[in-house]
């Protein structure tokens, strides 16, 4: 019955951040997430999320099995953390929105897991994120503006549509280290 949100913020005095996954600010702007419980009068744990530039939460999601929390959003910070082996592990590009980043925490917020870039030489954003109940694989949704975002191909649309922004589905493994598939999706 706990409450998770995630967002941004550019305070470097968040509160309860002391024993989360990331004590401090990486500088810029940062993500955060936050557990609060139910009634919303106790702030139990929150963590920053991100490198020395711009990062960006904007959708979150419990694996329900677990407790997991997958956070996903997008960076400009070539240095995100925790990506070594995720199945992106290197920024991508980008120079407005950057890459979008999907990241997995335990539910105490004490540890992130993994975390992954996703995206191409343009500007990458993911807007929403849900996870598979039975294989846990998680589902990321967004806006893409790269004409080379990561493996589409045998995708349901394999090229960009053209134009501004295209949108994009991907699948990505539990464990985040593997894209399965990704999609354009747009005119």
């Not at 998770?4 to 955060?32: C, E, I, K, M």
């Not at 893409?144 to 991907?170: E, L």
């Amino acid at each position: 019955g706990n409450v998770f949100v995630a967002g941004y913020t550019a305070s470097t005095n968040f509160p309860h951040t002391t024993g989360g996954a990331q004590v401090t600010s990486g500088g810029g702007l940062d993500a955060f997430v936050a557990k609060l419980n139910n009634g919303l009068t106790t702030l139990i744990q929150a963590t920053y999320l991100g490198g020395s530039s711009f990062d960006f939460a904007s959708t979150i999601a419990l694996e329900s099995a677990t407790g997991n929390v997958f956070v996903a959003g997008f960076t400009t910070s070539i240095d995100f953390p925790h990506t070594t082996g995720g199945a992106q592990a290197v920024f991508g590009g980008g120079s407005s929105f950057g890459d979008a980043f999907v990241a997995k925490l335990n539910n105490s917020l004490t540890t992130v897991t993994q975390a992954t870039y996703l995206g191409g030489s343009g500007d990458d954003l993911a807007s929403s994120i849900a996870l598979d109940a039975t294989t846990g694989n998680v589902f990321v949704a967004g806006t893409t503006y790269s004409t080379n975002f990561p493996v589409t191909t045998g995708g349901a649309q394999a090229v960009n549509g053209g134009g501004t922004y295209d949108g994009f589905v991907a699948k990505l493994t539990n464990g985040l280290t593997s894209l399965t598939q990704a999609t354009y999706l747009g005119g």
